[in-house]
Structure formats: structure tokens, C-alpha cells
């Protein structure tokens, strides 16, 4: 009688090779970066959080804001958040008109969906509330871009 390999065998070392290929392919697979370094700015009227690192290219993103009437008149005014280059807005995020009453909070979830074909490097975020002000905080998009912030245009009027 010879001897030979056993079905139940190879079926065993069968299952092993696939599970050790799946997990050699998985570790291979680049996970997507999730954002880091979070940021806050705040002015007398609003605030913005957020992650300004690890921004990729064909994913999206959110920022929380808040407005606060903190006057004991009516506050009808409108936002808007983008992002600019160095010369002009490059990305629209957001904005609305809000009615708000004396002492009133707005909240709002704030998405940023990145382009698949988005250029990498530094942005401004920018949050516009006309008759207020505006604030600027530099973001980097792609994987370790660290790249400096530039001056970035001073936009004080929501684009259309």
C-alpha cells in the first residue's frame, strides 16, 4: 500500500496558503490617513473645529461651527467657509443665511468633500461672515505635506 497525502490534508494546507496571501495582500494595502491636528479658531461671534493635517485627495471631511448672537438685537446675517490658494477660492464648502435671536447660537456640520484629482499642498480654510470678519487657518492636503502657509488672500465677502 503506498502512502500518500491525506484529502483532509491538503485541504487544511490549501486554506492556510490562501489565509497567508490574504493577509500578505491586506498588509500591503496602503489604510487611507485620517486626519490629525486639530484646530479651533474663534472670533466674538464664531468658532470652527477641525482636523488641518492629513487631508487627502477623494475623501470628505467635517468641520463643526457655531455662530453666537451675543448682542441683544435681532442678527440677520449669512456664512460662508471655502478654501483659497494662494490667488482666489478654489474650493466652496458652505454657507447659509441665518436668522438668529438676541443671545441665539447656530450650529452647523460643515462637509468637505475633496476631489479625487485635488492638488496637495497648503489651503487657507476660510470662514466669511460679512459685516463681522473673517478668519483664515492653513489646512494642508496630502500625506506628510507639511508646507508653509503663504499670505493668503484677504477675502472678507462670501464668493458667488
Not at 461672515?129 to 483664515?136: F, I, L
Amino acid at each position: 500500500m503506498k502512502k500518500g497525502v491525506k484529502p483532509g490534508l491538503i485541504s487544511i494546507i490549501a486554506i492556510a496558503l490562501v489565509a497567508l496571501l490574504s493577509s500578505v495582500v491586506i498588509a500591503c494595502t496602503e489604510t487611507p490617513t485620517e486626519p490629525y491636528d486639530p484646530f479651533s479658531f474663534r472670533s466674538s461671534y464664531a468658532e470652527l473645529k477641525g482636523y488641518s493635517d492629513g487631508i487627502m485627495p477623494g475623501n470628505t471631511y467635517e468641520f463643526d461651527l457655531t455662530i453666537r448672537n451675543d448682542t441683544e438685537e435681532q442678527w440677520q446675517g449669512q456664512y460662508c467657509i471655502f478654501l483659497v490658494d494662494q490667488n482666489s477660492v478654489v474650493l466652496k464648502l458652505g454657507g447659509d443665511i441665518f436668522n438668529l435671536s438676541p443671545q441665539g447660537i447656530l450650529t452647523r456640520k460643515v462637509q468637505m468633500a475633496v476631489p479625487e484629482d485635488f492638488e496637495e499642498g497648503a489651503y487657507g480654510l476660510s470662514l466669511v461672515v460679512p459685516d463681522r470678519g473673517a478668519s483664515v487657518t492653513t489646512i494642508h492636503v496630502g500625506k506628510d505635506n507639511y508646507e508653509a502657509a503663504v499670505p493668503w488672500p484677504d477675502v472678507t465677502s462670501c464668493p458667488e
